[in-house]
């Protein structure tokens, strides 16, 4: 009986009706959205990198050495020589290396030099490796690969020829035009700051400088052996990943690489400068947090206030249940059935919204920001979440549900002068 009365009610105010429920449902987009994209940043940041213990480049901040040599953030302070990064990597302890060289650029993408170890030890997500979806590694001075979403946004292939821009400027003046590219592959996609990256070797990134000594090409013209791979001596790196054998030695490590004597280098851990940057941006995150809040309240309100205002509209409704048999219990749990059945429906139709916003935003997510947003079932967080928003909606109604409940039926009979 109830149940049918609440629906003749909602039937009866469906325009006022409607707009509480879409003010609840656009509250449960924002604020479910809202939680996805914040977890999804952080899962995309913590999961960028796996398996590296150190990462060592020249002396400066350690934020900005994790930014530039995993995320393509920024710049370099300086380069390190090839002797130092040598000499750390014959140390015993280390088990593997991963040498970077960046500076240069193509159409506002980090062409990001290495050797063969990127693609064989490189890992994320847990222990996710570098694939490739077609073509071969790079494997002379001018080959490259390309990352997934590189590739996607100038629909190149494999076997078309680029050209990389000198400096980090997407609108760079100058080019390395007399040293094109060939392209020999594209990875497969990571949802990481992998997908936005130009590989190249090492070889190649000190081939492209040839004759670049004062910062413009000289225009000399430059012996073509000059530019076999195995005539190409690499002279300074920007930075270099490290493996080591054993765990306990990483604090050790990184302390003697802190006081290396010959050169002022220093070395970071990885998840460690990940949570300090996290800590560093958490006032963002909380932010949105509350915003989220603050708008998830204002729509509960709109019930509240919705009902409310309409109990005097509705005082003469609420006499003739009275008068047909209906007790004051009844009354009361009709205007809380309704608040629960607006709320609901807010609710339902607000994970549904959530879902078909995530499928249109989640690929520029993931191009522009390497957010990764998976489409999946409600987490038991966001349960808690809605059941939450469901008792507070269902709440909301008690207030005007306890005003119709103290009504008299004389009051609501009487007419008002």
């Given at each position: ?283 963002v995150e909380q932010i ?129 002068i």
């Amino acid at each position: 009986m109830i149940n049918f009365l609440t629906y003749k009610s909602i039937k009866n105010r469906k325009f006022t009706s409607f707009l509480c429920v879409l003010s609840i449902a656009l509250s449960v987009t924002l604020f479910l959205g809202i939680e996805r994209i914040r977890n999804g940043a952080r899962d995309g940041f913590t999961n960028t990198i796996s398996k590296t213990d150190l990462i060592v480049g020249a002396k400066g901040g350690s934020l900005q050495l994790l930014l530039y040599t995993v995320f393509h953030i920024g710049g370099a302070v300086n380069n390190i020589k090839m002797t130092t990064y040598n000499d750390i990597k014959s140390n015993p302890q280390v088990e593997w290396t991963i040498p970077i060289s960046l500076g240069d650029a193509y159409r506002g993408f980090r062409v990001v030099a290495t050797d063969e170890n990127f693609y064989k030890h490189y890992r994320f997500r847990g222990d996710q490796e570098v694939k490739m979806q077609e073509g071969v590694l790079p494997a002379d001075t001018f080959d490259v690969v390309l990352g997934s979403e590189v590739a996607k946004k100038f629909k190149h292939k494999v076997g078309d020829p680029i050209v990389i821009s000198h400096g980090l400027s997407s609108e760079a003046v100058l080019s390395h035009d007399n040293t094109p590219f060939k392209i020999v592959g594209i990875m497969a996609p990571t949802q990481t700051p992998i997908d936005t990256g130009v590989y190249i070797t090492l070889q190649g990134m000190e081939a492209i400088h040839f004759g670049w000594e004062t910062g413009v090409p000289s225009g000399e013209a430059i012996n073509p052996d000059r530019f076999k791979k195995e005539n190409i001596e690499i002279t300074q790196l920007t930075s270099f990943m490290v493996k080591l054998k054993s765990r306990i030695a990483v604090l050790r490590m990184r302390r003697n690489i802190d006081m290396y004597p010959n050169e002022p280098v220093m070395a970071i851990i990885p998840a460690l400068s990940l949570q300090e940057m996290w800590e560093t941006i958490g006032y963002v995150e909380q932010i949105l947090f509350l915003v989220s809040l603050c708008v998830l309240l204002v729509g509960v309100m709109s019930i509240l206030i919705s009902l409310y205002t309409s109990i005097n509209e509705r005082r003469r409704e609420m006499a003739i249940l009275r008068s047909l048999g209906a007790s004051s219990r009844h009354v009361f749990f009709l205007l809380l059935y309704e608040s629960s059945f607006l709320v609901l429906m807010g609710c339902i139709f607000g994970v549904a919204s959530m879902y078909g916003l995530l499928y249109f935003v989640r690929p520029w997510l993931e191009s522009n920001f390497s957010v990764y947003l998976p489409i999946e079932p409600l987490s038991k967080t966001e349960w808690y979440y809605l059941a939450g928003i469901f008792v507070v909606g269902t709440l909301a109604g008690l207030i005007p549900a306890i005003k119709a409940y103290l009504n008299s039926l004389q009051d609501g009979l009487t007419i008002k002068i």
